[in-house]
């Protein structure tokens, strides 16, 4: 049985010498996996840019057969929505492979979510046109996600809160108590800021937008089972700081 559906790219593995296994977020079915095949020969060139993270795509898939496993292939697959800055802004390419490693975190069901699917669809798309103002998109993107995941915050002390009663992350950070919390409690207005008022943010500079990311990515991993380290954030620091 063969499905049209629109999809995410959030990432993929080598798989062999020219295939990769990739992991979509369809409009139809969720996540899944696809095997790829040939993708990673040099000619055509290329194709493996479709791969890339947060690429949208329009595929047809093979649906598994019942009790047959969750991995099947891709019959077809085009780009949807050509891009006109994220592969090509350091800057941009940075926030979206900081955010497809989030996604695939956290986002996991394998079952129709129009809502969710319209989000990131629409979101990814500003995100590639936007010209000004794209310091806080990772943020705002984050916070409008967790209402979509179901835990959503109307508040930054709704945030805070959480985060500091709940002590440093498993991997080591400096927001847990004593004068962490202090600091912690210095970023309410900022949150209240990026929830009710986005567009007047006033975050003053790359290295406090770097400590609200780790912020809220704490926070993910108070709701998100096994969200365990984001790698990327690393990577997306150096950048917001540069």
């Known amino acids: ?18 295939s990769i296994i990739a992991r979509i977020y369809t409009e139809r079915r969720g996540v899944q996996s696809y095997l790829v095949n040939g993708v990673r020969r040099a000619k055509p060139p290329g194709r493996i840019a479709l791969f890339q993270p947060l690429t949208l795509l329009e595929l047809v898939a093979y649906v598994p057969r019942q009790g047959g496993g969750t991995l099947t292939r891709l019959a077809e697959f085009r780009c949807a929505e050509p891009f006109r800055s994220l592969p090509y802004d ?38 590639d046109q936007q010209e000004v103002g794209t310091e806080n998109f990772a943020l705002l993107f984050l ?18 809160d959480q985060v500091a009663m ?25 949150f209240d800021e ?15 937008r770097r400590e609200l990311l780790a912020v809220v990515i704490r926070y993910y991993q108070l709701h998100v089972e096994g969200l365990g380290e984001v790698k990327s954030l690393e990577v997306l620091s150096e950048v917001l700081s540069s």
């Open 1 to 18: 049985m063969l499905i049209k559906t629109r999809g995410i790219v959030l990432s993929y593995l080598k798989y062999r010498e020219t």
């Open 90 to 127: 350091v800057r941009k390419s940075s926030v979206a492979l900081f955010l497809s490693e989030v996604l695939s975190k956290s986002v996991r069901e394998e079952e129709e979510n129009v809502s969710l699917f319209r989000f990131l669809h629409d979101s990814i798309l500003t995100f």
């Open 143 to 160: 916070l409008h996600l967790a209402g979509y995941l179901g835990f959503g915050i109307e508040t930054g002390a709704e945030l805070i």
């Open 166 to 190: 709940a002590g440093p992350a498993p991997t080591g950070s400096y927001f847990g108590s004593g004068p962490a919390t202090l600091r912690l409690r210095e970023f309410e207005h900022y």
């Open 194 to 208: 990026l929830l009710r008022t986005p567009a007047a943010a006033s975050i003053p500079n790359g290295q406090v």
